[in-house]
């Protein structure tokens, strides 16, 4: 990992708070672009859902067998100023292949051009979009998992708080990696300064560049201060021992439990912000494996054979 904060160094990355929007997107497009290209899918289709304001936004579509398991809509990270479904298609693609499970990746809008709510807004519309069409892109009934990683583990927490408190869709488990989900918490996280690619300072400016009026305070922008968390979905919580939203991350698992939903929290020791996503790192691989095992726990078809 210190060899990697090396070369990352050499190449003149900067933290990305000391940058724009747009250098922060180039820096996460980079880094993305480092995991090279996913297997091939049995089949991928690019498609758009409409969103509030009369827009729409994109979504693909990764289906790695003729008949998935089950459909997964991935929320990238990035912050919500940065990542698009190019940056997490490779990623998608390895769980896609190793679960036998579509996989769904949402191009919601980007903060700051487009702060709270619009990526909850197009997070929920797709959501809603995908669940009206599991038949056509599984070929029948299948679990529907929402999943997402950094400030796309926060939009699939807020989505399943949603989808509770609207009587659908149905999700039958959520998976928060690194999840973003409470501002104050992500403050508080004691870390060791060293070798941090994301630190508090820029999880405070990710948070600013969403929230710029303010806000924080709403559970749907900080599903940690939701005040019933019961009847939610069964959950996969992954973070790591230097994220800065590390204890956000652990304060929703013991709020879970505390409500009766089911939860298996993993914490990655000697771990970053954002190493699941960094697939030339080690660990990420045993972060791969929690998650592939919670995607096939839930499947309801057998897994094809591979003979």
């Not at 949603?162 to 403050?187: K, T, Y």
């Not at 749907?220 to 021992?241: K, Q, Y």
């Not at 652990?250 to 009766?260: F, I, P, S």
């Amino acid at each position: 990992m210190k060899r990697f904060f090396r070369e990352l160094e050499g190449a003149g990355v900067k933290p990305m708070h000391e940058g724009s929007p747009d250098a922060a997107r180039a820096q996460i497009r980079d880094v993305a672009m480092l995991n090279g290209i996913g297997p091939v899918m049995h089949r991928v289709t690019d498609d758009s859902v409409a969103v509030a304001g009369g827009g729409s936004v994109p979504v693909r579509i990764l289906v790695p067998v003729a008949r998935p398991r089950a459909v997964i809509v991935y929320y990238h990270g990035g912050g919500w100023i940065g990542g698009s479904i190019d940056s997490s298609e490779t990623i998608a693609r390895k769980l896609a292949e190793r679960t036998a499970s579509a996989f769904v990746l949402v191009g919601y809008r980007l903060a700051p051009e487009n702060p709270y709510p619009a990526a909850v807004e197009d997070a929920y519309a797709a959501l809603q979009w995908v669940s009206s069409r599991l038949g056509e892109i599984a070929g029948g009934e299948v679990p529907l998992i929402v999943a997402g990683d950094d400030a796309g583990g926060n939009l699939a927490a807020v989505v399943a708080l949603r989808a509770r408190d609207q009587h659908g869709p149905s999700i039958d488990r959520q998976i928060l990696v690194c999840p973003i989900l409470g501002f104050e918490a992500d403050r508080s996280t004691p870390l060791d300064g060293e070798n941090l690619w994301v630190g508090p300072e820029t999880i405070e400016w990710f948070w600013e560049q969403y929230l710029p009026d303010g806000g924080r305070d709403q559970a749907h922008a900080s599903p940690l201060l939701a005040t019933d968390l019961g009847g939610l979905p069964p959950a996969i919580v992954v973070t790591a021992e230097h994220s800065p939203a590390r204890a956000g991350a652990e304060q929703y698992a013991q709020r879970l439990r505390q409500a009766g939903v089911a939860v298996d929290l993993q914490l990655y020791h000697g771990q970053i912000h954002g190493f699941f996503n960094t697939l030339m790192l080690p660990q990420g691989e045993r972060a791969f494996q929690q998650v592939i095992k919670a995607i096939r726990a839930r499947s309801v078809r057998p897994a094809p054979s591979t003979l």
